[in-house]
Structure formats: structure tokens, C-alpha cells
């Protein structure tokens, strides 16, 4: 018995018939964009999160680019300004904030929870500094209340890239619902996953979210009127109908990660692996840990049939891409991107795969 990293086809088979069912339903209709399926998972989406606006956009990354793009247009942000950033998280938090003509500044993680440190925050601030992301990286709330402090005594714009903490938290408390805006992505191995690119900004402020769907419909309000040079990222009518479908089961799919997640905490038992450190709200988008042998472990763990992936093996900073990044110095980001392994964690892993990996993993010695 093989044990894949995410067999998909098999999470998205334990939502049918209902799954088939809505999408011959939509493609009956006549209307495929900006219908009743999107209002109704803008409405429901945030409710779930905590927070009194939902806009569907569609992805991730045009979720944190169209939040850029409306603070450059109320004049909440101007061009070239300077946005805090995690060193350590997926590119397209970092590529959002360049690609909207302000100034990505990475900032050190903590080694042990991988978060965002916001005591190495506060020593890269400077008077150009005017936001800041919070990624709730692989499922787990970067944000507390120093974080909160930080923001508000130095007047920081607060965002979180939610991309991977889809329904973390207490209804109150959730993710998405803490800052000033927070991007969604529902790429399909997200937690909150579409059969399909989407995405969506949360967020409470009116003038902002109005922005926002403008924006991302070629900064049109009123047909045949374009008030802002918008583009097109819209959340369609087969996807948000496949959202809401899925967002009822959330909070049942996250548990169902939690205890899986509790199970490797307490029987993984090898002294060359290291465990993730949870320090708040976890919702186990990945179950990373580190390796100093990683390639050599990954290795014999293939050999006994079971996979494994890294998030993410090259720094954003050691990316072409980001070449005004490559003389800055993050040992700390370096160390995790060298190290870390992401074991099979999802709603399709019974226990008795479970079970398989941990004794391989328990076993092999490097
Ligand atoms: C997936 C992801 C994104 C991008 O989302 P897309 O929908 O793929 O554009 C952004 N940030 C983080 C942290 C992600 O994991």
C-alpha cells in the first residue's frame, strides 16, 4: 500500500452526489458570472470568517493585489511604499505587493512556529514602512496581540494572506477577520478548495470592499461606466457554487486535519526529526517538520511508498525573480527552506495510512 501526498480526486469524490449535482445546475442556467451562487458564498463566506464583507476574485494572488491596488486608489498606500513581508512564505504574497508598485521588505520567521516574528518586524521599520502581511502559514494564526499593537502604534496598514487558514480559529476570532483586509485563496488543495482557481477578499470597511469588486471588473460599478483602471478577477458562478457546497463542512474537514495533526505530535518519536511548534489556533493546511538529512529521509520514506513534498525548498529571496532580494541575509529563512518536509495531511488519509507513515517515520535513521 502506497500512501500519496494528497490523493484530491478522492477528497472531492466524498462530496457527491451534491458536487455533480449543483454544477449540472449552474450550467443549466443562464447566468455564469456575477450571479446568485457568488452573492450567496460572499454572504456565507464571511460570516464563517467573522467579518461583514466577502468579494469573490479570482485567486489568491489577485485577492492580496486587488487590497494593494484599492489602498493605492483611496491613497491609503502610494507608490513605492514599504510593506513588511514574511521571507518565509509561498511567492505570491511577495510577488502581490511588488507587482502593485510598492516595496516588498522580507522579515525574519520564528525557526520553531515559522511564523513572522514581530520583534524582527519592528527592527526592519522605517518611515517608508506603511503595511504590513501576517501569512498564516500553513495553517497556523500568525497574528496576536502584539501584532495587533505593532500595527496600530506604528499606523501600519494590517494584512493577512489567509491563503492557507481557511476557518482557523474560534468564530469570533478566525483568520481573515483580525486585520484591516485579508486575501483567500480556494486553489484546490487549499483547505477551502475549488475545482479551480478562486479567491476572495475579506474585509469590514465598506469604501475598501466596494474598491475591491470594482477593481477586479475593469473598475466598473455601473454598467458601461469604468471609474478606475481595473482589470478582470472575478469569482465564477461553477466555483462559488462548488464553495458553498464545501465551506459547510469546513469546520468538520479542519477537525478531522486537527486530529490527525495531534496524532503525529504524539507518536512521532525520532531524534532526527523535528515537530512543528503550535502557538496558537492551527488548522493543518500542511504537517511540516524538519530533516537535517532531508533529501536522504525523503528518500527512504519513498522507498517504503510514501510521499512527500517541501514547502517550499528554494527562498524567496534565492529566486531570480526577486533579484533586489539577494544580498539581504536571512539565515533563519534559509535554515527552514533547507530542512523542512511536509507529510501527508488531508481529509482523504485514513488511519491506517496514518499509521504506516508514522512507523516509517519513526524508523528510518539517516
Ligand atoms: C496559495 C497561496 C497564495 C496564492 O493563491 P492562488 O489562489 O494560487 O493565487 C498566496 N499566498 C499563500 C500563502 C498561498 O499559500
Redo the contacts with the bound molecule.
Sequence with gaps: MSVPFLDLAQVNATFEPVLSSVLTQVARGNQLIRGSEVEAFEREYAHHVGTSLAVGVG??????HLIFQAYLSLGRLRPGDEVLVPAC??M??IL?VKQSGLRPVPVEPDIDSFLMDPSHAETQLTSKTKAIVF???YGQKAIDQRVLDLARKHNLLLIE?N??AAGCGKPGERTGSLGDAA?H???PT?NLGALG???AVTTRDPELAQLVRALGNYGSVERDQFQWPGFNSRLDELQAAVLRVKLKRLDLDNERRQTLAARYLAEIKNPQVILPTVVRDHVW?LFVIRHEKRERFREALAAQGISTMVHYPVPPHRQLALADWSTSSLPITEEIHRTVISLPLNTALTDHQQEKIIRAVNQVQV
Design positions: 485567486n489568491g494572488f489577485d485577492a492580496l512564505t509561498h505570491a504574497t502581490a501569512v498564516h502559514l494572506d491563503a492557507q486575501a485563496s480556494f486553489y487549499k482557481d478562486g479567491g493546511h
